[in-house]
Nanobody, 127 residues
Framework: QVQLAESGGGLVQTGGSLRLSCVAS????????MGWFRQAPGQERDFVAA????????NYADSAKHRFTISRDSAKNTVYLQMSSLAPEDTAVYYC????????????????????WGQGTQVTVSS
């Protein structure tokens, strides 16, 4: 089973940028469709972005479109979430998720479709 570890979170001012990383160990991420979710205090864990095994398919929550970019690097066994134009409402714990799939072009957007999760990384955006 693959294990996931997120990093790159921190405190940033409104309008700033951060790049989150999700490094996998135990198995190559090439077998996995990947996603990023976030959870603010007292809120549900919400979908942010997802990418297919091939990297050719992506999907974004409306709140993330035109500001966030998901990507993957097979050589580094890592998935990234580049975030820009950050706002206080982006403050949350960000989680990386994985699901092994046969279809290399499949993109998954529901929390229930993922079965491997990282521990999360805190992102705080100050106003």
């Amino acid at each position: 089973q693959v294990q996931l570890a997120e990093s790159g979170g921190g405190l940033v001012q409104t309008g700033g940028s951060l790049r989150l990383s999700c490094v996998a160990s135990g198995r190559t991420l090439d077998w996995y469709t990947m996603g990023w979710f976030r959870q603010a205090p007292g809120q549900e864990r919400d979908f942010v972005a997802a990418i297919s095994r091939s990297g050719g398919g992506t999907n974004y929550a409306d709140s993330a479109k035109h500001r966030f970019t998901i990507s993957r690097d097979s050589a580094k066994n890592t998935v990234y979430l580049q975030m820009s134009s950050l706002a206080p409402e982006d403050t949350a714990v960000y989680y990386c998720a994985a699901r092994a799939t046969v279809n290399r072009n499949l993109v998954l957007t529901r929390r229930s479709e993922y079965d491997v999760w990282g521990q999360g990384t805190q992102v705080t955006v100050s106003s």
